[in-house]
Structure formats: structure tokens, C-alpha cells
């Protein structure tokens, strides 16, 4: 898939590439000013730019910016809003929220990974008002209806 990518001179970033052959996402690192950082506290948030703007295809295909595990795991480093969604029309540049869920402050520098980003298919729907919903088996149970185990 043809993917276009702008590299903001002003940021001075290179592009970015897959670490491995399997790799299904690339690495989006921080493009903060040279000899800056950005500390995040505990329970806090910061908008994090990357230095690129794309241009996908098509209208069929979304790019999806997600955690990286190592970050989340390790310390507490999320996105803040769960997941990010970069429409197909969007031409401005990818930036990262940042969410410290851990006790401790942590400190972004130039050029750290921060998030991934992945190229995934989209399905329009045409959304019908209809006045019932065919029944299943599992009904309207949600929210930890099945059980745990």
C-alpha cells in the first residue's frame, strides 16, 4: 500500500521504517526541540509531536496509533485516549497523547519511541434505523455477563 509521508523539516526527523520483517506497526518517536524534554507526571497527559504528516491511498484504509507494550507495561506510559485514528483525509501532523498511569514522573526525550503506528482496512457502514434487533443467544448481557472463566 502507497503511503505518502511528509518529514517536517522544522522538526528534523527521518523517517520512520518497521524494526523487524514481522513487524506490523512503526515506531513514532517523539520530535520535541533538541536539548528539551517533556516530563509527564503521575496521572498527568502531554500532546507529543512526531515530525510526520501521511497521506493514505484511499479513503479504505486507516492508520491506528497504539501503545507500545514495553511503555505500558513497564511504566505506565499510555495513549490517552486508548487509541488513536488517523482518518484518510487528515494532512496535518501526527501527534501522540501521552497518559502517565504509573506514581512516578516520566520524561520524554527527542527521538524516544512513544507509540506505533499500523495501517488497517476500513468497512463503511449504511447505517439502517430499524425498530427491533434479530434476538441471540446472548442478548443484551455486557459488561462481564460471561464470566471470567
Not at 536539548?35 to 507529543?48: F, K, L, Q, Y
Not at 501522540?96 to 476500513?122: H, K
Request: proline share 3%; aromatic share 4%; glycine share 12%.
Amino acid at each position: 500500500m502507497k503511503t505518502d509521508v511528509k518529514i517536517l523539516l522544522s522538526r528534523g526527523m527521518t523517517m520512520p521504517a518497521y524494526a523487524t520483517e514481522g513487524a506490523a506497526a512503526v515506531d513514532m518517536r517523539a520530535a520535541i526541540d533538541e536539548g528539551t524534554t517533556v516530563t509527564i507526571e503521575p496521572g498527568c497527559r502531554a500532546m507529543i509531536p512526531t515530525g510526520m504528516a501521511i497521506a493514505l491511498e484511499n479513503a479504505n484504509v486507516v492508520a491506528i496509533l497504539a501503545a507500545r507494550s514495553g511503555l505500558a507495561v513497564k511504566s505506565g506510559i499510555n495513549l490517552a485516549n486508548g487509541i488513536g485514528v488517523i482518518d484518510s483525509d487528515y494532512r496535518g501532523e501526527i501527534c501522540v497523547g501521552l497518559y502517565n498511569s504509573s506514581n512516578v514522573p516520566f520524561t520524554v526525550n527527542r527521538g524516544d519511541r512513544i507509540a506505533q503506528l499500523m495501517f488497517m482496512p476500513v468497512y463503511t457502514a449504511n447505517l439502517i434505523e430499524a425498530e427491533t434487533l434479530d434476538e441471540t443467544a446472548r442478548g443484551a448481557g455486557g459488561f462481564g455477563s460471561t464470566g471470567v472463566k
